[in-house]
């Protein structure tokens, strides 16, 4: 067994922990990978080559980028917010769990692209989260404006990724089918696709119930706050 | 009849024009990154025919295409450009224009999910409308030029400031549209190179023999290793499936592949939640809300995390030997 390839997975790990330019990562450790495992300069090239371009697929994104850069030229973005903040009556949990919600059905739809940190989070989720929180214990530190932030990033990705899988023509299910197929099982997308669902729901559940126990210790503070200005 | 490479000759366009724009701003490195690809994209059918029928000479030359891309890659400054309209510009559109705003962009979806269900029942004088191989992608490509079209008439502006709007955002994600392929071409030269074999030998090493379940946990918890290591679940998922989930789980013990497949990629991205290598997903966003850690998101993500990799083993368990 020629286990000097596995130097290719260190490549991998040193370049990022060094911060080099990822692409550059991952080319070096598919070079040096085939090369440690005694693959001719031609054979790798061309191995590199052909296996770029048979998945083109995973670029078909940028299709896309036209039409949304259109419409976020004419405010999607700006009337996405108007809309969001228009809605009333909404706890901390109601409105991380929401968004949970939201992001994950648009991600089975394949509209990733629609939130996401810098779209949604930053001028959307984040300054709503903190205001719902004030209103349970108006004296917020810096640590729990950090903790509100972090949590609603924490559910922007959550919501994503596991709705993501659930799509059939974007990424994950994609590869999974390519793989398959290069080995002989033929596979559909939905058929792959569908047994994403269960943890989706699972996903959707433990991220609900950690948003709703971080709301119930707000609370439990607010009360001995108030327990200790009564003494 | 339409067929996928349709799709990805309308991508090589796109990405010929970005790089000519490029060239016309004078930002050289962009331009001949983009050139590049684009000349990958629309040679590609060629690449693949040529080797399919022995010749490897198209398919070498592709692979110094990559290794170029890889060179020029860390010479992309991501630099935003101006913004084409100002705010108040774009408020004011988004309160004239209201709901409307959202039609185009569900038309993608939309669309998509439609060639997806019916696409192989369309068919015109005999000839079938959508080529059967990868029908949904060619749905989405589909979709894609209908939603621009579409939001052309809802903000009545030309299409083609569209496709300027669509350089400028493709220029501001750069290099980074490019990972997910490369990690997919390292993943097939990881397999070719025998790291999967590798990996498995010293998984069968350490394994109980012919214990289903821990082969099962080690493929699991593999993912997440592999994903932590390598910053994305695409990268780990040909590996641990070439190592473990092939040979041992579906050949050996009999385990169902889509729902393999299916859960096992989501075991990796538990790990990416996990992972400092998955920057886009974790330490960007801790960037952007300017957490004093950055690895706040990270730690936000922990206890979820765990708690989903865990019901998803289970799952994996209950159904995938059924």
Not at chain 1, 190 to 196: D, E, M, Q
Not at chain 2, 198 to 213: C, E, F, K, Q
Not at chain 2, 245 to 266: F, K, N
Request: hydrophobic fraction near 60%; charged fraction near 10%; charge should be positive.
């Amino acid at each position: 067994m020629n286990y000097w390839p596995l130097l290719g997975v260190a490549v991998i790990v040193v370049g990022f922990v060094l911060r080099f330019n990822p692409v550059l990562v991952v080319v070096t450790a598919a070079l040096g990978s085939g090369l440690l495992a005694g693959l001719s300069v031609p054979a790798l090239l061309a191995l590199l080559g052909n296996s770029f371009v048979a998945s083109r697929m995973l670029l078909i994104f940028v299709l896309t980028l036209p039409a949304i850069g259109l419409l976020e030229r004419a405010g999607l973005r700006e009337h996405a917010q108007r809309w969001m903040a228009r809605l009333q009556g909404l706890t901390l949990a109601r409105l991380l769990t929401g968004y949970l919600l939201l992001r994950q059905l648009l991600a089975m739809l394949g509209l990733t692209g629609v939130a996401g940190p810098a779209q949604t989070v930053r001028p959307l989720l984040a300054p709503m989260a903190e205001a719902a929180a004030e209103k349970i214990l108006p004296t917020l530190d810096d640590a729990d404006r950090d903790e509100l932030r972090a949590i609603a990033a924490a559910t922007d990705n959550i919501g994503r990724f596991f709705g993501e899988d659930v799509f059939i023509a974007l990424g994950a299910v994609l590869l999974i089918q390519a793989f398959y197929a290069q080995h002989g099982i033929a596979l559909s997308p939905l058929a792959i696709a569908i047994w994403a669902l269960p943890t989706a729901i699972a996903a959707f559940a433990i991220q609900s119930l950690r948003v709703w126990l971080y709301q119930r210790r707000l609370r439990q503070r607010a009360a001995g706050d108030r327990a200790r200005a009564v003494d | 009849m339409l067929r996928i490479e349709y799709a990805y000759w309308l991508i090589a366009a796109f990405l010929v024009y970005t790089g000519l724009r490029n060239l016309r701003d004078r930002h050289r490195w962009h331009a001949a990154f983009w050139l590049v690809l684009g000349a990958l994209f629309g040679g590609g059918d060629a690449i693949l025919a040529q080797s399919a029928a022995g010749n490897t000479l198209p398919a070498q030359l592709g692979g110094g295409g990559v290794i170029v891309l890889a060179l020029l890659a860390p010479r992309l400054q991501r630099k935003a450009h101006p913004e084409s309209s100002s705010a108040e510009q774009r408020l004011q559109s988004a309160i004239r224009l209201g709901h409307t705003l959202f039609v185009p962009a569900l038309l993608i979806p939309l669309v998509t999910l439609l060639v997806a269900l019916f696409g192989g029942w369309l068919a015109i004088g005999g000839h079938a409308l959508f080529a059967a191989p990868q029908m949904t992608l060619t749905g989405l490509a589909l979709a894609c030029v209908v939603a621009l079209f579409a939001a052309s008439r809802v903000a009545r502006t030309p299409m083609h400031e569209g496709v300027a709007e669509g350089r400028r955002l493709l220029d501001a994600i750069g290099w980074a549209a490019l990972l997910p392929l490369l990690l997919a071409a390292l993943g097939q030269v990881f397999t070719h190179s025998g790291v999967g074999t590798a990996i498995a030998a010293i998984a069968t090493a350490w394994l109980p023999g012919g214990s289903a379940l821990a082969a099962l946990l080690a493929f699991a918890l593999g993912m997440v290793l592999f994903t932590v290591i390598m910053g994305n679940a695409f990268a780990a998922f040909p590996v641990m499936m070439a190592g473990i989930g092939l040979p041992l789980l579906i050949r050996q013990h009999g385990a169902d592949p889509a729902i393999l497949g299916s859960m096992g990629m989501l075991c990796g991205y538990c790990g990416t939640l996990l992972t400092p290598m998955a920057a886009d997903f974790n330490l960007v966003p801790a960037a952007l809300l300017e957490l004093r850690s950055p690895y706040g998101v990270i730690r936000a993500q922990v206890g979820s995390a765990l708690a989903i990799l865990a019901s998803t083993i289970v799952l994996m368990w209950l159904f995938v030997f059924r």
